[in-house]
């Protein structure tokens, strides 16, 4: 296990969350708040918006539990395997219609997080 993968994985991660939950959630609700959803359709979006920053924080503890107890290296796998597969739908979508999605820090966060982890487990 590479000490150093690690730790950067789950800095990225809960840097991450910090972000996405506070700067881009203000960000986000504006346009919602700002359209012409329904209120439900409102609450249903910030809580959709708010799991991914959720997501982001329970991998980079996770990743920080690993890194202080390596014994603990299979808790990694399904938040790596998260993180991997949320960056490729990001890819996904993107490349099927929505290419915005490529201007957006998600994908590259997650397949960082994912990659650094994969790496520091496995070194």
């Not at 439900?40 to 920080?64: A, R």
Request: with cysteine; net charge positive.
């Amino acid at each position: 296990m590479e000490p150093l993968l690690l730790p950067a994985a789950a800095l990225i991660a809960l840097a991450g969350a910090i972000f996405h939950g506070y700067v881009g959630g203000k960000i986000y609700m504006g346009h919602i708040r700002a359209g012409d959803l329904m209120p439900l359709t409102q609450s249903l979006s910030l809580v959709s918006w708010h799991m991914f920053t959720l997501f982001l924080l329970v991998s980079g503890g996770t990743l920080i539990c690993v890194a202080m107890k390596p014994h603990l290296a299979l808790l990694a796998y399904p938040v790596l395997v998260g993180n991997a597969m949320g960056a490729a739908l990001f890819m996904l979508l993107g490349a099927t219609g929505h290419a915005i999605l490529f201007k957006l820090p998600g994908m590259y966060l997650m397949a960082m997080t994912a990659l650094l982890g994969w790496l520091g487990l496995s070194a």
